[in-house]
């Protein structure tokens, strides 16, 4: 069992950054695929981005390629979410995630999920 816990949520101007954290229980972080996820208001919570174990591969939405880097330091027991150029439709709550599986750009495939933070982006 892992524990997640997230922050680094606030509220940004259009165009700004915010870079988000998750901290993660246990010894064998670095076994789990991690990812992001989001919900915005009225909307299913969708795939933001994701990092295979041993950070063998990474993944982004279409909607945040260019603008959002994930990362891990897995030392740490730390993944980020570094988020630039935000958009008002970057407004959510955000969640990390972690799995032992094998296919980690599906919701329905993570185990592991933090209680999420609020990413509000004005304009």
């Known amino acids: ?3 997640l816990v997230e922050s680094g ?9 915010l870079r988000l954290s998750c901290v993660a229980s246990g010894r064998t972080f670095s076994t789990y695929g991690v ?5 915005a ?3 299913e919570r ?6 295979s174990r041993s950070s063998v591969s990474t993944y ?3 909607s945040v390629k260019g603008r959002f880097t994930a990362s891990r330091d897995d030392a740490k027991n730390t993944m980020y979410l570094q988020m ?3 958009q008002a439709e ?3 709550v955000y969640y990390c995630a972690a799995t032992r599986r094998y296919i980690i750009t599906r919701l329905n495939e993570y185990e592991h999920w933090g209680q999420g933070t609020q990413v509000t982006v004005s304009s």
């Open 35 to 39: 990812g992001w996820f989001r919900q």
């Open 1 to 3: 069992q892992v524990q």
């Open 46 to 51: 969708e795939f933001v981005a994701a990092i």
């Open 60 to 62: 982004y939405a279409d």
């Open 9 to 17: 949520g606030g509220l940004v101007q259009a165009g700004g950054s």
């Open 90 to 92: 970057d407004t959510a």
């Open 84 to 86: 630039s150029s935000l």
């Open 41 to 43: 208001p009225g909307k």
